[in-house]
């Protein structure tokens, strides 16, 4: 096959995307600052590079075809790709530009977000596009620039900065201890005990570290997400062992509650990573720096 087809120009791409976008050449046309006509005519021109019917023509309307469809997927996604990448190139200028960052959904909502004021007014030209991720993740798979995640060693593949360490701690609320009060640890095992799915067998792990027989103990239900395990807790479900830094505020006002100050470090450490080549990111770069320097 003929490589001028399967590379078709820019400028045939743009008047297709453009087209595909608003189902309109003439709104096509003001987008590219070209006349309705010129548009028309490189969209022609691409569907017999092609041999393929992009659009329908219903009168002064447009639709696309099934195969329209699956090439402006594809088309479109490779455009905005581009689009991103110049701007990522222009930002070099300016130690600005946009951030894809993937963290997890508790982490970033509970401890990053609170945070990210500080940023903004540190470096207004630099925007953070958060995506919550959980588990592994194949950063340039999911146009991600850069992650934080935790685990009990550096995120394979990446360069990576500790954050900080992950201690447990337990928590209830306090009309729970008030319906059912509980003297020393080992009394937690009349309550349901409340777990997240990556962590099945944190409360062994804790009961193992502090020598605590968790008896006649009632299993509690798993959450996905540890921001709705802390919710349960608040709700007086039960009682969790969740990262002290994702509870400060909780914490502070009194809305949850350590019924005994018994720590668990559980070996792991949240980490930012990014790919080797995009240590010199300007946005990286940056953000890098701010969570490093944060008190």
């Given amino acids: 096959m003929n490589p001028r087809t399967l590379t078709p120009s820019m400028s045939l791409l743009l008047a297709f995307e453009a087209s595909a976008r608003h189902q309109s050449y003439t709104r096509a046309a003001e987008e ?164 997240v799915a990556t962590r099945p067998n944190v409360w062994r792990e804790w009961s193992d570290a502090y020598e605590v027989p968790l008896r006649g103990v009632y299993p509690g239900p798993i959450f996905e997400l540890t921001s709705h395990l802390i919710q349960a807790v608040a709700t007086g479900i039960g009682v969790g062992l969740v990262p002290r830094c994702l509870i400060e505020e909780e914490l502070a006002s009194g809305k949850l509650v350590m019924p005994f100050d018994l720590p668990y470090a559980s070996g792991m450490s949240y980490y930012f990573g990014y790919p080797a080549q995009k240590a010199e990111l300007p946005s990286v770069a940056t953000f890098r720096d701010w969570l490093l320097a944060r008190p």
């Fill in 32 to 195: 590219l600052s070209l006349t309705q006509s010129a548009v028309s005519r490189q969209v022609q021109a691409l569907e017999e590079l092609l041999d393929v019917r992009l659009f329908l023509r219903k009168g002064r309307r447009i639709e696309l075809t099934d195969a329209g469809r699956l090439y402006m997927r594809e088309v479109g996604a490779a455009i905005a790709s581009i689009r991103n990448a110049t701007l990522q190139a222009i930002a070099y200028r300016s130690g600005g530009g946009n951030l894809n960052l993937a963290v997890l959904p508790t982490f970033g909502a509970r401890w990053l977000m609170p945070r990210l004021h500080s940023f903004y007014a540190a470096n207004p030209s630099v925007v953070v596009n958060m995506h919550s991720r959980i588990g592994h993740l194949d950063l340039e798979a999911a146009g991600m620039d850069a992650v934080i995640g935790v685990g009990n060693a550096e995120l394979p593949g990446l360069i990576c900065h500790r954050l900080l360490e992950e201690v447990l701690v337990l928590i209830a609320s306090p009309d729970l201890l008030r319906r059912h009060p509980v003297e020393s640890p080992r009394d937690l095992g009349s309550l349901l005990l409340l777990r």
